[in-house]
């Protein structure tokens, strides 16, 4: 058997006057996921617990299968598994994002998606000037990653971390709102804001954000650290479930979830983590993966980049590439395999009104051998709400799609 998930990032939504007053999914011209529709079933899973925020480290666990309450430990730790840091039983990652605040307020969470080139130098320079700091009995260090996701590192040394119990807002759910507001919180709160305060001079004094302000970009103010926690121990997907698995995506944060999981990492030519992604060489290196592994996951984050934009038609022309690139090319390659089962489902939910992440179930469709077809002819939100089909909590729907259970 062999097993496909497609994930169109923060696809889930609520109608959208400028749509129309529907989703983006149903405002989408989808002939495949549809297909995969009316071949099986559609229904709801909800992949963020109450507790939790809604975020693609919480979702993406859950959609794999996995409980968040027992195996979420933080976001940065994920990712650190995808850039080959690795993390003691003292230490601590903290997702360090390279951010344009030019007065005060979050206007640009990705800093204008700066590419590596241009930010790796400066976190470069951050580790230059603070790496190897002592900081609440630990020492920090600064590990650049894509664009503007990078990591920094707390090493301890036994005592406990500063981190514990402090909270820290993702920038990505403050869209042009005073970043006063949404400081850290905590025991951990002075260290953080003290680092981020750090990165100001370091950053307006470096060539490379003089060369972006000459260019008519947006450059890095400075640091907006978030996403901190200790590495977590997650049993292989193998051990859990069976089968060799492939994980293909542009963002460390799901390709870390892949590695923790024992996943083979698949990297793609063009493949950006944006809306300029290429669709479709993602859907020829999944097809390819097919012949050597059991289960092969496509992450696509598109969708949810248009969603923190506020950009409608974009997140419909990501989902419709989606559709055609890589959903069609796949549903006609399974067959040639023999037995076989495909999901589409996204993470979470991402409002393009609010331009943030949000808790709620999100819609899923599911097709192949043993699945029999229900009554559903598209795929969106309401036709998944009408069938009456959900799991709640979503890490159950794996179990059930793996054919190991109700």
């Not at 241009?118 to 603070?130: F, K, R």
């Amino acid at each position: 058997m062999k097993y496909v998930i497609v994930i169109p990032d923060g696809c889930a939504d609520e109608p959208v006057a400028e749509l129309g007053g529907v989703t983006p999914l149903q405002a989408a011209k989808l002939p495949n996921m549809d297909r995969v529709a009316k071949a099986g079933v559609v229904g709801l899973s909800n992949n963020v617990p109450p507790s939790l925020t809604p975020a693609s480290d919480v979702a993406t666990l859950s959609l794999f299968g996995y409980d968040p309450l027992q195996y979420y430990t933080g976001r940065a730790p994920l990712e650190t598994a995808a850039m080959g840091i690795d993390l003691g039983p003292n230490d601590w990652a903290v997702r360090c994002n390279l951010v344009y605040v030019p007065d005060g307020h979050m206007r640009d969470f990705t800093a204008g998606h700066i590419s590596s080139e241009d930010g790796a130098p400066l976190i470069n320079a951050l580790q230059h000037e603070l790496g190897g700091k002592e900081l609440g009995g630990g020492t920090i260090e600064f590990h650049p990653g894509v664009q503007y996701r990078n990591i920094l590192v707390w090493r301890g040394r036994g005592a406990p971390c500063p981190l514990e119990g402090t909270s820290a807002q993702a920038p990505h759910d403050i869209p042009d709102k005073p970043v006063a507001d949404y400081l850290p919180q905590g025991p951990g709160a002075r260290l953080l804001i003290d680092l981020m305060e750090a990165s100001k001079p370091i950053f307006a004094a470096h060539p490379a954000t003089q060369k972006r302000i000459a260019e008519g970009k947006k450059p890095a103010t400075q640091t907006w650290l978030w996403g901190h926690g200790k590495a977590p121990r997650i049993r292989p997907f193998a051990e859990l479930y069976g089968g060799r698995g492939a994980i293909i995506s542009a963002v460390d944060l799901v390709r870390g979830v892949g590695v923790l999981l024992g996943w083979h990492r698949i990297d793609v030519p063009g493949a950006t983590g944006y809306l300029d992604t290429n669709y479709a060489n993602k859907g020829k290196y999944a097809i390819d993966a097919l012949a050597d592994f059991d289960l092969v996951c496509v992450h696509v984050e598109a969708p949810d980049e248009a969603s923190h934009e506020g950009k409608a038609t974009e997140k419909v022309r990501a989902l419709e590439q989606i559709d055609e690139h890589i959903v069609g090319p796949l549903l006609d390659a399974l067959p040639r395999h023999g037995d076989y089962r495909l999901l589409v489902e996204p993470d979470h939910r991402t409002t393009l009104r609010t331009r943030a992440h949000a808790h709620g179930a999100v819609a899923f469709a599911a097709c192949g051998t043993g699945i029999a077809p229900d009554a559903a002819e598209r795929y969106d939100e309401p036709t998944a709400a009408a069938t009456g089909r959900a799991f709640d909590p979503g890490w159950q729907l794996m179990k059930w799609w793996l054919g190991r259970g109700a």
